[in-house]
Protein backbone atom coordinates (compact mmCIF):
# COMPACT_ATOMS: atom_id res chain seq x y z
CA UNK A 1 0.00 0.00 0.00
CA UNK A 2 2.70 2.44 0.87
CA UNK A 3 5.02 1.75 -1.75
CA UNK A 4 1.38 2.24 -4.15
CA UNK A 5 1.42 5.74 -3.05
CA UNK A 6 4.39 6.65 -2.99
CA UNK A 7 4.87 5.75 -6.74
CA UNK A 8 1.22 7.78 -7.27
CA UNK A 9 3.19 10.73 -5.42
CA UNK A 10 6.00 10.78 -7.76
CA UNK A 11 3.77 10.14 -11.18
CA UNK A 12 2.01 13.55 -9.88
CA UNK A 13 5.31 15.20 -8.74
CA UNK A 14 6.59 14.26 -12.10
CA UNK A 15 3.15 15.40 -13.82
CA UNK A 16 3.57 18.81 -12.19
CA UNK A 17 7.21 19.76 -13.31
CA UNK A 18 6.30 18.56 -16.81
CA UNK A 19 2.66 21.13 -16.70
CA UNK A 20 5.04 23.80 -15.61
CA UNK A 21 8.00 23.37 -17.87
CA UNK A 22 5.56 23.83 -21.22
CA UNK A 23 3.70 26.66 -19.53
CA UNK A 24 4.10 29.42 -22.20
CA UNK A 25 6.84 32.06 -20.11
CA UNK A 26 5.17 35.43 -19.35
CA UNK A 27 6.40 38.78 -20.39
CA UNK A 28 8.46 41.17 -18.27
CA UNK A 29 5.67 43.92 -18.14
CA UNK A 30 3.36 41.26 -16.58
CA UNK A 31 5.84 40.12 -13.94
CA UNK A 32 7.29 41.17 -10.84
CA UNK A 33 11.12 40.45 -11.98
CA UNK A 34 14.10 42.65 -10.95
CA UNK A 35 16.67 41.90 -13.16
CA UNK A 36 17.87 45.31 -14.87
CA UNK A 37 17.54 43.54 -18.33
CA UNK A 38 13.46 42.88 -17.89
CA UNK A 39 11.95 45.60 -15.69
CA UNK A 40 13.07 49.41 -16.09
CA UNK A 41 16.00 50.79 -13.89
CA UNK A 42 15.28 53.37 -10.91
CA UNK A 43 18.40 54.39 -10.41
CA UNK A 44 17.94 58.06 -9.59
CA UNK A 45 15.18 60.53 -8.29
CA UNK A 46 15.31 62.57 -11.80
CA UNK A 47 14.28 59.25 -13.55
CA UNK A 48 11.85 58.41 -11.34
CA UNK A 49 10.05 61.63 -11.61
CA UNK A 50 10.27 61.08 -15.40
CA UNK A 51 7.89 57.47 -14.99
CA UNK A 52 4.82 60.10 -13.93
CA UNK A 53 3.41 60.29 -17.65
CA UNK A 54 1.34 62.80 -18.40
CA UNK A 55 0.40 64.73 -22.24
CA UNK A 56 2.66 67.28 -23.00
CA UNK A 57 1.99 70.58 -24.66
CA UNK A 58 5.62 71.27 -26.78
CA UNK A 59 7.86 68.57 -27.97
CA UNK A 60 10.49 69.85 -25.51
CA UNK A 61 8.47 69.17 -22.77
CA UNK A 62 8.27 65.59 -23.65
CA UNK A 63 12.00 65.87 -24.12
CA UNK A 64 12.70 66.70 -20.94
CA UNK A 65 10.21 64.21 -19.13
CA UNK A 66 11.63 61.48 -20.81
CA UNK A 67 14.94 61.71 -21.38
CA UNK A 68 16.49 60.71 -17.79
CA UNK A 69 14.36 57.56 -19.04
CA UNK A 70 16.61 57.63 -22.44
CA UNK A 71 20.11 58.27 -20.76
CA UNK A 72 19.30 55.48 -18.38
CA UNK A 73 18.54 53.28 -21.36
CA UNK A 74 22.00 54.10 -23.08
CA UNK A 75 23.75 52.76 -19.50
CA UNK A 76 22.31 49.55 -19.65
CA UNK A 77 22.22 48.39 -23.10
CA UNK A 78 24.29 51.34 -24.90
CA UNK A 79 22.10 52.14 -27.42
CA UNK A 80 22.38 56.56 -28.18
CA UNK A 81 20.30 58.22 -25.72
CA UNK A 82 20.26 60.41 -28.50
CA UNK A 83 18.30 57.91 -30.80
CA UNK A 84 16.14 56.34 -28.40
CA UNK A 85 14.83 60.29 -27.96
CA UNK A 86 14.43 61.06 -31.69
CA UNK A 87 12.94 57.92 -32.16
CA UNK A 88 10.12 58.59 -29.41
CA UNK A 89 9.27 61.96 -30.66
CA UNK A 90 8.67 61.07 -34.05
CA UNK A 91 7.25 57.97 -33.48
CA UNK A 92 4.44 58.76 -30.64
CA UNK A 93 4.48 62.35 -32.42
CA UNK A 94 5.71 63.88 -28.90
CA UNK A 95 3.55 61.83 -26.95
CA UNK A 96 0.06 63.09 -28.24
CA UNK A 97 -0.16 59.87 -31.15
CA UNK A 98 -3.17 58.40 -30.81
CA UNK A 99 -1.03 54.69 -30.48
CA UNK A 100 0.83 56.30 -27.62
CA UNK A 101 -2.27 57.83 -26.03
CA UNK A 102 -4.24 54.59 -26.19
CA UNK A 103 -1.56 51.71 -25.39
CA UNK A 104 1.39 53.50 -23.80
CA UNK A 105 3.57 52.82 -26.93
CA UNK A 106 5.99 54.94 -27.76
CA UNK A 107 8.59 53.75 -30.40
CA UNK A 108 5.52 52.05 -32.84
CA UNK A 109 6.69 48.76 -31.92
CA UNK A 110 4.42 45.72 -33.80
CA UNK A 111 2.82 42.73 -31.89
CA UNK A 112 5.70 40.24 -33.15
CA UNK A 113 5.27 37.46 -31.38
CA UNK A 114 3.99 39.38 -27.89
CA UNK A 115 2.54 37.87 -25.63
CA UNK A 116 1.11 40.75 -23.77
CA UNK A 117 -1.89 42.99 -24.49
CA UNK A 118 -2.37 44.22 -27.94
CA UNK A 119 -4.44 46.87 -29.92
CA UNK A 120 -5.05 47.70 -33.35
CA UNK A 121 -4.03 50.76 -34.99
CA UNK A 122 -3.79 51.98 -38.96
CA UNK A 123 0.06 52.14 -39.73
CA UNK A 124 1.68 50.53 -43.01
CA UNK A 125 -1.73 48.92 -43.18
CA UNK A 126 -5.53 48.73 -41.82
CA UNK A 127 -5.91 47.46 -38.32
CA UNK A 128 -2.31 46.46 -37.14
CA UNK A 129 -1.20 44.82 -34.33
CA UNK A 130 0.54 46.84 -32.08
CA UNK A 131 2.03 46.31 -28.15
CA UNK A 132 0.57 47.68 -25.31
CA UNK A 133 1.79 48.61 -21.85
CA UNK A 134 0.90 49.57 -18.52
CA UNK A 135 3.17 52.10 -18.16
CA UNK A 136 5.24 54.32 -20.47
CA UNK A 137 8.42 53.25 -18.96
CA UNK A 138 7.96 49.42 -20.07
CA UNK A 139 7.66 51.01 -23.38
CA UNK A 140 10.71 52.25 -23.49
CA UNK A 141 12.46 49.39 -21.72
CA UNK A 142 10.93 47.18 -24.79
CA UNK A 143 12.37 49.38 -27.29
CA UNK A 144 16.20 48.58 -25.59
CA UNK A 145 15.06 44.99 -25.27
CA UNK A 146 13.54 45.03 -29.24
CA UNK A 147 17.06 46.15 -30.77
CA UNK A 148 19.30 44.29 -28.81
CA UNK A 149 17.48 41.11 -29.09
CA UNK A 150 17.50 41.35 -32.76
CA UNK A 151 19.92 40.07 -35.06
CA UNK A 152 20.04 42.12 -37.84
CA UNK A 153 20.02 45.11 -35.64
CA UNK A 154 23.85 43.69 -33.92
CA UNK A 155 26.10 45.80 -36.82
CA UNK A 156 24.76 49.22 -34.68
CA UNK A 157 26.18 48.05 -31.82
CA UNK A 158 29.83 48.01 -33.67
CA UNK A 159 29.55 52.22 -34.44
CA UNK A 160 30.79 54.31 -31.72
CA UNK A 161 28.57 54.62 -29.42
CA UNK A 162 27.93 58.76 -30.31
CA UNK A 163 26.88 58.19 -34.04
CA UNK A 164 24.11 59.05 -33.90
CA UNK A 165 23.67 59.74 -37.67
CA UNK A 166 24.95 55.76 -38.02
CA UNK A 167 22.44 54.66 -35.85
CA UNK A 168 19.82 56.64 -37.95
CA UNK A 169 21.04 55.22 -41.19
CA UNK A 170 21.42 51.77 -39.95
CA UNK A 171 17.64 51.28 -38.17
CA UNK A 172 16.43 52.29 -41.37
CA UNK A 173 18.62 49.44 -43.56
CA UNK A 174 17.56 47.52 -41.06
CA UNK A 175 14.17 47.72 -41.44
CA UNK A 176 13.07 49.44 -38.53
CA UNK A 177 11.07 52.46 -40.69
CA UNK A 178 9.68 51.78 -44.07
CA UNK A 179 9.81 55.52 -44.40
CA UNK A 180 12.85 56.39 -46.88
CA UNK A 181 13.62 59.72 -45.09
CA UNK A 182 13.73 58.42 -41.52
CA UNK A 183 17.23 58.56 -41.59
CA UNK A 184 17.04 62.54 -42.16
CA UNK A 185 14.10 63.00 -39.83
CA UNK A 186 15.83 61.43 -36.78
CA UNK A 187 18.77 63.34 -37.26
CA UNK A 188 17.07 66.56 -37.55
CA UNK A 189 15.40 65.88 -34.52
CA UNK A 190 18.42 65.39 -32.71
CA UNK A 191 20.32 68.34 -33.70
CA UNK A 192 17.46 70.64 -33.32
CA UNK A 193 17.23 69.56 -29.64
CA UNK A 194 21.33 69.22 -29.39
CA UNK A 195 20.18 65.23 -28.00
CA UNK A 196 23.66 64.30 -28.77
CA UNK A 197 24.29 66.24 -25.44
CA UNK A 198 22.91 63.07 -23.97
CA UNK A 199 25.18 60.64 -25.61
CA UNK A 200 27.65 63.11 -24.56
CA UNK A 201 26.84 63.04 -20.60
CA UNK A 202 26.98 59.59 -20.44
CA UNK A 203 30.09 58.65 -22.42
CA UNK A 204 32.02 61.74 -20.13
CA UNK A 205 32.79 63.66 -23.51
CA UNK A 206 32.67 66.93 -24.26
CA UNK A 207 28.80 69.08 -24.49
CA UNK A 208 28.76 71.09 -27.33
CA UNK A 209 25.82 73.90 -29.41
CA UNK A 210 24.36 72.75 -32.14
CA UNK A 211 24.46 75.67 -35.00
CA UNK A 212 21.84 74.82 -38.10
CA UNK A 213 23.47 75.33 -41.39
CA UNK A 214 21.00 77.18 -43.31
CA UNK A 215 19.18 75.68 -45.70
CA UNK A 216 16.77 76.37 -49.15
CA UNK A 217 15.75 73.09 -49.82
CA UNK A 218 11.35 73.00 -49.81
CA UNK A 219 10.17 69.65 -48.44
CA UNK A 220 6.70 68.78 -50.27
CA UNK A 221 4.44 66.14 -49.30
CA UNK A 222 1.49 64.80 -51.57
CA UNK A 223 -2.06 64.47 -49.53
CA UNK A 224 -3.62 61.47 -49.83
CA UNK A 225 -6.97 60.12 -48.82
CA UNK A 226 -7.71 60.32 -45.31
CA UNK A 227 -4.76 62.74 -44.29
CA UNK A 228 -5.57 65.91 -42.43
CA UNK A 229 -3.54 68.96 -41.60
CA UNK A 230 -3.41 67.37 -38.18
CA UNK A 231 -2.14 64.46 -39.08
CA UNK A 232 0.24 65.53 -41.21
CA UNK A 233 1.83 68.04 -39.02
CA UNK A 234 2.17 65.35 -36.41
CA UNK A 235 4.25 63.27 -39.51
CA UNK A 236 6.59 65.95 -39.90
CA UNK A 237 6.74 67.38 -36.28
CA UNK A 238 5.09 70.83 -37.68
CA UNK A 239 2.03 72.28 -35.75
CA UNK A 240 -1.31 72.85 -38.14
CA UNK A 241 -0.41 76.47 -37.52
CA UNK A 242 2.73 76.19 -39.07
CA UNK A 243 1.50 73.92 -42.06
CA UNK A 244 -0.93 76.72 -42.64
CA UNK A 245 1.13 80.26 -42.59
CA UNK A 246 3.46 77.32 -45.41
CA UNK A 247 1.16 77.34 -47.39
CA UNK A 248 -0.97 79.58 -47.11
CA UNK A 249 -3.95 78.37 -45.66
CA UNK A 250 -6.99 80.30 -44.10
CA UNK A 251 -8.99 76.85 -42.91
CA UNK A 252 -8.21 73.07 -42.42
CA UNK A 253 -9.82 72.16 -45.89
CA UNK A 254 -7.44 69.99 -47.78
CA UNK A 255 -7.82 67.92 -50.75
CA UNK A 256 -6.46 64.62 -52.11
CA UNK A 257 -3.59 65.10 -54.40
CA UNK A 258 -2.90 68.59 -53.16
CA UNK A 259 0.77 69.16 -52.53
CA UNK A 260 2.04 70.93 -49.36
CA UNK A 261 5.07 72.78 -48.16
CA UNK A 262 6.10 70.57 -44.88
CA UNK A 263 9.67 72.17 -44.56
CA UNK A 264 10.60 72.81 -40.75
CA UNK A 265 12.54 75.21 -39.44
CA UNK A 266 16.39 74.33 -39.07
CA UNK A 267 15.43 71.60 -41.92
CA UNK A 268 14.44 69.19 -38.89
CA UNK A 269 11.73 69.35 -36.45
Given at each position: MSI???????????????????????????????????????????????????????????????????????????????????????????????????????????????????????????????????????????????????????????????????????????????DPK????????????????????????????????????????????????????????????????????????????????????????
Open positions: LLIGCGGSKRAAAKKKLATRPAKTYENTNKTDKRDTPAETSVETKKAYEYSSFSSVEEYINHFAPIAKEEMRLYKIPASITMAQAVLESGAGNGNLTKKANNHFGIKCHNWTGEVVYHDDDEAGECFRKYRDPKFSFRDHSLFLTGRSRYADLFDLEPDDYKGWAKGLRKAGYATYPQKLIAIIERYAMYNYDAEILGTKVRDFKPEPSDKVVLHRVVKGETLYSISRLYNLTVEELKKNNGLRDNTINVGQQLNVTPQYNGF
